[in-house]
């Protein structure tokens, strides 16, 4: 296990009055496991000696994976952003911390999801993505990836389970819907998996999940009114231009929601917004797709879209004018942009 220097107790301050601790910190962490689960899925497992005060919120809560630079396991190879200093943790700044960098001692960071959290074993699960090489080169995570073996050190910036807000960094925010709706690709695969295990018995869910090849297909166990679909982008799709063996990125996860909500406008009337508000033209390219509300209409209904940034966008535009449901009944999120690295 990675070792920590002296600190104050958890939970209290020098001066035993109560520490507020920010919602979200730096992890020295080490790679315990890399595992691969399907042709483009890995799931990576981590240890450190302070996950025993991690997050435990789940659903789709974001962690960021600061990256050495290419090449470098050690950890004397990442940079100080206060991860073994409690007044740093407390102060919540490991950002500014990172942007002061110069720029040659500046590593990238990736966001992704929480798989899964064990406090008591000090161990994170993190299923990633390992995209097709793209034609440019791949980008730091990727590269990392590619290459990662146990015993790697990496910093992990995610929540703090003595924060005042557990919630922070979550978009799933249902309030008291009864029936959901879930739709992403491969990136968004984590999130739909946690949020259904967390999900009662007694709420309708259908979930449609978008991945590269059928071998990426994950087992999830649905509850007694829950349905998964697993769409292959490998099995291929009648398109205007004729049968595609690969079927275009979006085009499944485009034509299930479509098909849903043709079966399905009972349970969309309430969520029906009389008075639709314009959406805007975003530029996916320039601008980051993310609306996620946090005031509900309070209909039964509650959909979460999430994945590569031009196929949200067009879900998006479908949903909310195309079918007439309230935006404060959906939330959007552009996880990635095809092409294009992860703004920091």
């Known amino acids: 296990m990675l070792t920590s220097p002296a600190r104050v107790e958890r939970g209290a301050s020098s001066d035993a009055s109560p520490a507020i601790y920010p919602a979200y910190r730096p992890f020295a962490a080490r790679v315990s496991r890399v595992l691969p689960i399907g042709r483009h899925l890995v799931r990576v497992s981590f240890e450190s000696d302070d996950f025993d005060v991690f997050g435990t919120t789940g659903l789709d809560q974001r962690i960021k994976i600061v990256f050495p630079f290419d ?54 699960d993190v299923d990633m993505v ?18 990662v073996q146990a015993g790697d050190s990496v910093l992990i910036v995610g929540p703090d389970a003595r924060t005042a807000d557990p919630l922070i960094g979550c978009d799933w925010r249902p309030g008291d819907a009864g029936t959901v709706l879930l739709v992403g690709d491969e990136t968004a695969a984590p999130a739909i998996s946690s949020i259904l295990e967390s999900l009662a018995p007694g709420i309708r869910a259908q979930a449609f999940i978008e991945v590269a090849s059928s071998d990426d297909i994950q087992r999830i166990v649905p509850k007694a009114r829950q349905r998964v679909a697993w769409l292959a982008r ?53 601008e980051l797709l993310w609306d996620s509300p946090v005031e509900l209409t309070g209909s039964d209904f509650y959909a979460w879209l999430a994945g590569e940034a031009a196929v949200i966008k067009r879900l998006r535009r479908y949903l909310v004018s195309d079918v007439g449901v309230s935006r404060r009944a959906v939330a959007f999120m552009g996880y990635w942009r095809e092409g294009r690295s992860e703004g920091q």
Do not use: K, M, N
Request: aromatic share 6%; glycine share 8%; with cysteine.
């Open 71 to 124: 090449g470098a396991g050690a950890a004397d190879s990442l940079p100080d952003l206060g991860q073994h200093d409690d007044a740093a943790i407390l102060a919540g700044d490991w950002y500014a911390r990172w942007r002061a960098l110069p720029d040659a001692e500046r590593p990238a960071f990736r966001t992704y999801t929480v798989r899964a959290i064990d406090p008591a074993a000090r161990r994170l």
């Open 234 to 286: 490998d099995a291929g799709c009648e398109t205007a231009q004729g049968f595609q063996a690969i079927a275009p990125r979006g085009e499944l996860l485009q034509r299930s929601l479509e098909q849903w909500v043709s079966g399905h406008h009972a349970d969309l009337e309430a969520a029906l917004d009389t008075s639709p508000i314009a959406l805007d033209d975003i530029d996916v390219d320039t």
């Open 130 to 147: 390992l995209h097709d090489p793209a034609p440019g080169g791949d980008g730091p995570a990727a590269r990392w990836l590619r290459r």
